[in-house]
């Protein structure tokens, strides 16, 4: 069975940074665009960040666009979401998620979900 375990989440204070990761296990990793999404309380999960098989392609939603990086380690089917100027709008549960082809389209159904990391931003 497919798992995405995601990991690196915690408290950090408003213009701080982390570094979520996303490993993958029985899963042809380097066959699959791989995404991030968050869900913060009481709203629906939203589209973050996706990234094709190979990592040379990448599309973000606007208010991450030059705060969030998407890449990828094939090599140790890991995907990986750097975060820097934290904003208190960006605590959320985050999830990541694999699906076959690449899509920016922020409604593409994805195939495999994770179990969600929690970010909580202080302000």
């Known amino acids: 069975q497919v798992q995405l375990v995601e990991s690196g989440g915690g408290l950090v204070q408003a213009g701080g940074s982390l570094r979520l990761s996303c490993a993958a296990s029985?899963?042809?990793?380097?066959?699959?665009?791989m995404g991030w999404f968050r869900q913060a309380p009481g709203k629906e999960r939203d589209f973050i960040a996706t990234?094709?098989?190979?990592?040379?392609?990448?599309d973000y939603v606007d208010s991450v666009k030059g705060r969030f990086t998407i890449s990828r380690d094939n090599a140790k089917n890991t995907v990986y979401l750097q975060m820097n100027s934290l904003k208190p709008e960006d605590t959320a549960v985050y999830y990541c998620?694999?699906?076959?082809?690449?899509?920016?389209?922020?409604?593409?159904?994805?195939?495999?979900w994770g179990q969600g990391t929690q970010v909580t931003v202080s302000s």
């Open positions: 998620a694999a699906r076959n082809y690449y899509s920016n389209s922020p409604t593409v159904r994805y195939d495999y």
């Open positions: 029985r899963l042809s990793f380097n066959r699959y665009a």
């Open positions: 990234i094709n098989w190979s990592g040379s392609i990448t």
